[in-house]
């Protein structure tokens, strides 16, 4: 049985947005992780902790753009990426 173009395309898009929420939930939990890893950071460690953390932060920050966008269905969400 095929799918017609409409239903491929639903498909298509509710697995779009099924990936892109794991990985903005993956990309939180990271943050959760490389925020403790800088509270329990010795002083030698702590700068680069931080920094582990703020580029987890910056990560989680586009995949939560990303999940927005397909939820959204804002501008440019045919577009080829």
Excluded: C, H
């Excluded at 990936?19 to 959760?32: E, F, G, L, Q």
């Excluded at 509270?39 to 700068?47: F, K, N, P, V, Y």
């Amino acid at each position: 049985m095929e799918l017609n173009p409409i239903t491929n395309f639903s498909v298509y898009r509710t697995r779009q947005r099924s990936n892109a929420k794991a990985s903005w939930r993956d990309a939180a939990t990271v943050v959760s992780m490389r925020w403790d890893a800088f509270l329990q950071s010795e002083a030698q460690a702590r700068e680069f902790a931080f920094r582990s953390y703020l580029a987890a932060l910056d990560a989680e920050e586009t995949a939560a753009a990303e999940l927005s966008r397909l939820v959204s269905g804002g501008a440019g969400y045919l577009s080829a990426a």
